[in-house]
Each structure stands twice: as structure tokens, then as C-alpha cells.
């Protein structure tokens, strides 16, 4: 049982450039997030979404689009990267009021 | 506007005695609260959980306190060990679910043998 899959592990942009960030659950959560951990900022959420074909933004949308066309996957992409964008991502998912599960998140840097 | 914070950003215990890690919110309308662990290079995992209507919930060495006049919660570990080190974050939501929890910045705990 793999819970939260989240790929790449680790990635390096330069400004401008895009990519996406792939998150996966076996678990059947309806529910799927994405968020970024900053050095004393804590985790932000970007965007979520309650179920398939769903989505809706959370704290600090902006330069993020998502998309979650099957349950069990939850796309996270930056058409073009900025600095501001380096970070640590997680991905998580849940049943409705319940806690969330976290992903190992991925490493993103960009120059 | 920092909702959930932490103020304490590293804590230190010996092995064996008590960890206390603090946490203090500004939103009245928070009505869970939850302790995550998370340590390096992997997600956070969640540890314990407490509802508005209780003020203490135990799981094992794990308590979670609550005092809502204060705006305030802890988490007591007891006896701590040195693999309870880890960053601890606390997060709070409000009953429109999970889609809208809010983290603290985090406390590092080191529990040295």
C-alpha cells in the first residue's frame, strides 16, 4: 500500500520554464491537496480539490494551475517558473474531516 | 496574518522527561485542531487530534491539551524518546472541513539520549 506517490523527487527549473507535479493515492480519498513548505512560513495550501473533475484555490494560488481528471491523481503545474516558486511541495489527500495524508514531496529549485 | 502560531521554533528535552510544544491561534472560529510530525525528507504524518468540545485527548505518550478561553493548545510527550525528534506542526480548521487547515510554523524537537 503506497498511500501518497509524489513525482519527481527532485527538480531544478530555470525562470520561465514549466513542469508539472505528479501526486497519486491508492486510498480512495475523495479529497486532494497541494501544498508548499517554506522556511519559517509553514505549509501553504495552493489549490485542492473535494473530488474528480473538481478543483478550487487555497491560500496562495497564483502561478499554479491544477487539474484531477481521474480520483486517484492530482496534477500541479507551473507554466512559467520564478524563483519565488522554490520550495518543498506535498501532496496530500483525505476522506472528508478526516486527517490528511502526506506525500515526501518534492524538492523544487528554481534559478 | 498568522493564524496558527508557534513560538517556540526548536525545543530541547532529555531523553525521558516531558516535551511540551505550544501552540496559540487567533481564529474563535477554529473548532479542530491537529499535531502533525514530520521528519526530514518525508511528509508529515498525523499524530493526535482534538475537538473544541474537549479540552484533553491522550494516545499513549501523546496528550494534546485545549484551552479555548486562552486560544491555546499543547502537546505533552511523555516520556519522550530520541526518536520523537522530529518538526511538529500544528494546524486548525473550522467545520467546513479539511480543505481549509491552517499550519503553524512548526517546532524542532531534539530528544537527546
Known amino acids: 500500500n503506497a498511500g501518497v506517490t509524489q513525482t519527481p523527487k527532485f527538480r531544478v527549473l530555470k525562470t520561465g520554464q514549466s513542469m508539472t507535479l505528479l501526486c497519486a493515492q491508492d486510498?480512495?480519498?475523495?479529497?486532494m491537496y497541494w501544498y508548499r513548505q517554506d522556511p519559517g512560513m509553514g505549509l501553504r495550501l495552493i489549490h485542492y480539490s473535494v473530488g474528480e473533475g473538481t478543483t478550487a484555490k487555497g491560500e496562495v494560488p497564483d502561478g499554479y494551475n491544477v487539474s484531477r481528471l481521474k480520483k486517484q491523481n492530482f496534477l500541479l503545474g507551473l507554466e512559467s517558473a520564478a524563483p519565488s516558486q522554490t520550495s518543498v511541495y506535498f501532496c496530500?489527500?483525505?476522506?472528508?474531516?478526516?486527517?490528511?495524508?502526506f506525500g515526501n514531496g518534492t524538492r523544487l529549485t528554481v534559478t | 496574518d498568522q493564524q496558527v502560531k508557534q513560538n517556540s521554533p526548536s525545543l530541547s528535552v532529555q531523553e525521558g522527561r516531558i516535551s511540551i510544544l505550544n501552540c496559540d491561534y487567533t481564529n474563535s472560529m477554529f473548532d479542530y485542531f491537529l499535531w502533525y510530525k514530520k521528519y526530514p525528507a518525508e511528509g508529515p504524518t498525523f499524530l493526535i487530534s482534538?475537538?473544541?468540545?474537549?479540552d484533553k485527548n491522550e494516545d499513549g505518550r501523546f496528550t494534546v491539551f485545549l484551552n479555548k478561553s486562552a486560544k491555546h493548545l499543547s502537546l505533552h510527550i511523555v516520556p519522550s524518546q530520541p526518536g520523537d525528534s522530529a518538526v511538529y506542526f500544528c494546524a486548525a480548521t473550522m467545520n467546513t472541513g479539511f480543505q481549509k487547515l491552517v499550519f503553524g510554523t512548526g517546532t524542532r524537537l531534539l530528544v537527546s539520549p
Open positions: 496530500a489527500s483525505s476522506y472528508s474531516r478526516a486527517p490528511l495524508h
Open positions: 486510498m480512495n480519498h475523495e479529497y
Open positions: 482534538i475537538s473544541s468540545i474537549k
